[in-house]
T-cell receptor, first 112, second 114 residues
Framework: QQPVQSPQAVILREGEDAVINCSSSKALYSVHWYRQKHGEAPVFLMILLKGGEQKGHEKISASFNEKKQQSSLYLTASQLSYSGTYFCGTEYSGGGADGLTFGKGTHLIIQP | DVKVTQSSRYLVKRTGEKVFLECVQDMDHENMFWYRQDPGLGLRLIYFSYDVKMKEKGDIPEGYSVSREKKERFSLILESASTNQTSMYLC?????????????FGPGTRLTVL
């Protein structure tokens, strides 16, 4: 029951906006977003719990739509440093001890 | 600076060998996880542990076992390595009862089985 991420890849110019979606066919407890740069370990970005709506910083934020069992990651005014592969990890029950089920990733390339 | 460390960045083994991958975290986290990462498949959970001497199967446990004798250390064991276990292996840890995260990942071990 791997979540489905879309798009698989996106190429942007610096300053453009991007949206990455993560959908589940199963009810979600939480969604976690990570970014991985080539040759490095994934780095945690944020968690969204069910019942929450949106969180994040100025330029990177995310939302969680419980009705659709979908989360979206928003990158506004993208910077070169945003390049990498973005993964969503989903959790289906609370307690924090089940591990995450990750999507296949979205490759984001930011060009100058 | 908090850390998850893995014993090797690169490892080359022969088919049939017993392989140990070690992971140590210094954050006093209860939960520890082993994932493998393959192109086009993302990260897949092999095993996890939420306490010392406890272990739970993830999505793809076949061909693997784990050991957690101390809270900070979680080992992944390939009993008899096979070529289809060539992959990047990532260890992660997280606090218990915190929605499974945030998770901190180690740098990964790229294992090649010949």
């Amino acid at each position: 029951q791997q979540p489905v991420q879309s798009p698989q890849a996106v190429i942007l110019r610096e300053g453009e906006d991007a949206v990455i979606n993560c959908s589940s066919s199963k009810a979600l407890y939480s969604v976690h977003w990570y970014r991985q740069k080539h040759g490095e370990a994934p780095v945690f970005l944020m968690i969204l719990l069910k019942g929450g709506e949106q969180k994040g910083h100025e330029k990177i934020s995310a939302s969680f739509n419980e009705k659709k069992q979908q989360s979206s990651l928003y990158l506004t005014a993208s910077q070169l440093s945003y390049s990498g592969t973005y993964f969503c990890g989903t959790e289906y029950s609370g307690g924090g001890a089940d591990g995450l089920t990750f999507g296949k990733g979205t490759h984001l390339i930011i060009q100058p | 600076d908090v850390k998850v460390t893995q014993s090797s960045r690169y490892l080359v083994k022969r088919t049939g060998e017993k392989v140990f991958l070690e992971c140590v975290q210094d954050m006093d986290h209860e939960n520890m996880f082993w994932y493998r990462q393959d192109p086009g498949l993302g990260l897949r959970l092999i095993y996890f542990s939420y306490d010392v001497k406890m272990k739970e199967k993830g999505d793809i446990p076949e061909g693997y076992s784990v050991s957690r004798e101390k809270k900070e250390r979680f080992s992944l064991i390939l009993e008899s390595a096979s070529t289809n276990q060539t992959s990047m292996y990532l260890c992660a840890s997280s606090l218990f009862h915190l929605a499974g995260g945030p998770g901190f990942f180690g740098p990964g071990t790229r294992l090649t089985v010949l």
